[in-house]
């Protein structure tokens, strides 16, 4: 009766012996899922630079109700910026109160032409404290606007989350240079390590050939095809148009599957996404003297991303 108790345990030696020398399997990946906002809200066009026609509680009411983590606003003017700030910090919206906003100018506080003398530009808003900024002018269009590229990370987060967004030009002889050039700093931020998310007016539809160099090339449909990129654009898998997504813009016939035109978009490396999904919103006709008219020409865009955050 010896023999067999000491072979069991000799044996359980040898059991304990070699787990402990096998490498462990894989963690489990970490992961973190950001919610997105964008608007072009049309401060000048639609508003004229007011804060006070339902504008201001039109974004802050959409903010509350989506809960996201980062909000990019393109059209916004000077003042409509500042208004904002306010309306989220009573909301207790964002975690660091004096650290949450970054605005880019496209025109010249005074100038006339634009919001009252108030000026026109880009933003973004974070529920995270912001670390450095990026203001990237880029190339002249020789409209008169100087667009922009704003980013900023997300600080004491690793790997580097970086949100950005951008309103390309109009013109077209000079789309492509612009997107290069949005693209270069893009996959400055990616090749590093680094997580950027980029949500915009691109003025350019997802199936132009100057976003082939942006979609994954997995992204591969009637709508949108020739791709080989690094990037999901987040309603790239929207059931109505796939590989092109849900209009963005209204009464137009300019966009795919019998859509008027989509030109808000929000890109993630495709190598950091583990899911995704983003919705087109109807734009709301809350603003105006009687709060019965249309808050912009574009409709707000929502989208969640879980990316991996792993090295």
């Known amino acids: 009766m010896r023999i067999p108790s000491v072979r069991r345990w000799w044996a359980m030696v040898a059991v304990l012996v070699t787990a402990a020398v096998l490498p462990a399997g894989p963690a489990s990946a970490a992961t973190t899922t950001y919610k997105i906002w964008h608007w072009n809200m049309a401060g000048h066009h639609q508003h004229l ?8 509680q039109a974004i802050a009411g959409s903010i ?5 983590d980062f909000v990019s606003v393109n059209e916004i003017c000077r003042n409509q910026y500042g208004a904002v700030i306010d309306a989220l910090q009573k909301m207790g919206w964002p975690q660091a109160p004096t650290n949450f906003a970054r605005y880019e100018p496209m025109t010249a506080a005074g100038d006339p032409r634009y919001c009252a003398g108030h000026g026109i530009g880009i933003a973004i808003f974070s529920r995270f404290a ?4 990026l203001r990237q002018t880029l190339p002249d269009d020789g409209s008169g606007k100087r667009r922009k590229l704003l980013c900023a990370p997300v600080a004491a987060v690793k790997p580097t989350t970086r949100f950005c967004t951008t309103h390309l030009t109009t013109v077209a002889a000079h789309k492509a240079t612009q997107l290069g050039k949005v693209h270069s700093v893009l996959e400055s931020y990616r090749s590093r390590g680094d997580i950027p998310i980029i949500a915009g007016d ?5 199936d132009s050939s100057l976003l082939d160099s942006w979609y994954d090339s997995s992204v591969n449909t009637d709508a949108n095809h020739g791709n080989a990129g690094r990037y999901h654009e987040l ?6 148009c796939p590989g092109w997504g849900e209009q963005t813009t ?3 016939k300019l966009g795919a599957c019998g859509q008027s035109g989509k030109v808000d978009l929000i890109f993630v490396p495709a190598e950091r996404l583990t899911g995704y999904s983003a919705d087109a919103h109807p734009i709301g006709h809350v603003c105006g003297g009687k709060r ?3 808050c912009s020409d574009h409709r707000i865009v929502d989208a969640t991303a879980t990316v991996s955050t792993g090295g």
């Open 235 to 240: 309603d790239d898998r929207e059931a109505l």
């Open 292 to 294: 019965d008219k249309p």
């Open 64 to 68: 509350s109700y989506r809960r996201p």
């Open 202 to 206: 691109f003025n350019i539809q997802p």
């Open 130 to 133: 912001l670390g450095d900024t």
């Open 49 to 56: 630079g007011s804060t006070t026609n339902g504008i201001i």
């Open 250 to 252: 209204e009464s137009n």
